[in-house]
Nanobody, 127 residues
């Protein structure tokens, strides 16, 4: 199983980026995988950003404030994160993650609830 995150880069404040997470070795739709994005800034804990359940319901951290959109294309086994109006405090490594939705006890904002993690993609926002 592999999650491959891509799309990170360097932008100025107010700019946009679109991250992708391609999954291989698992069938997102068959096992109803829930998916999410976390991020980790230097010297800080990894924190929840957003999640999308197998049925499409979404969750966001408060700091997103309507700037990000999460989506998924199960036919392509891929998840996306559209980030608009980026701020310097959004600078971090962004990790995609997935959890088998057939398991009970899903807590979307908890790192420990997820089975699989990608390698991360760097997002840098300059002021």
């Amino acid at each position: 199983v592999q999650l491959q995150a891509s799309g990170g880069g360097s932008v100025q404040a107010g700019g946009s980026l679109r991250l992708s997470c391609a999954a291989s070795g698992l069938d997102l739709s068959r096992n109803r995988y829930h998916m999410g994005w976390f991020r980790q800034a230097p010297g800080k804990e990894r924190e929840f950003v957003t999640a999308i359940r197998s049925g499409g319901r979404t969750h966001f951290a408060d700091f997103v404030e309507g700037r990000f959109t999460i989506s998924r294309d199960d036919a392509k086994n891929t998840m996306y994160l559209q980030m608009n109006n980026l701020k310097p405090e959004d600078t971090a490594i962004y990790y995609c993650t997935a959890r088998n939705g057939l398991r009970v006890g899903y807590e979307y904002s908890s790192k420990g609830t997820y089975n699989y993690w990608g390698q991360g993609t760097q997002v840098t926002v300059s002021s």
